[in-house]
């Protein structure tokens, strides 16, 4: 049985979505991977808050031109890695989300108290 690995994003407007990953089989450490993926998203927020106007566009193709970098990067055989990427990347966008239930729609604003 695969192991999964539960993640909850949190967006700048307190939009809040649960995620249900499943690790690859040669995955070392989930608690690994968690972390990294924290690094990652706060790296991205902090750099798109110092940005004046940033597309969603500009900000998927940075990703997969990230993914391709640091595939590169690992200087396996070209074609299984390659194909390696393709599939973790199927399977993220694959896993189930689930967005919490007073998650605002896009352009609402949320009153703090």
């Given amino acids: 049985m695969a192991r999964r690995m539960p993640y909850r994003a949190t967006t700048a407007s307190g939009n809040q ?8 089989p040669e ?51 070209s074609e299984r890695i390659d194909q390696l990427s393709r599939d973790l990347l199927d399977a993220a966008l694959a896993s189930a989300v689930t967005a919490a239930p007073g998650n605002l729609r896009p352009g609402g604003t949320r009153d703090l108290h």
């Fill in 17 to 24: 979505y649960d995620f249900e990953f499943a690790l690859h």
């Fill in 27 to 77: 995955t070392d450490s989930a608690v690994t991977v968690a972390n990294l993926l924290d690094a990652v998203l706060e790296s991205l927020d902090r750099e798109i808050g110092r940005m004046t106007r940033v597309g969603n566009g500009d900000v998927l193709q940075a990703l997969a031109m990230a993914l391709a970098v640091r595939t590169r990067m690992l200087g396996a055989r």
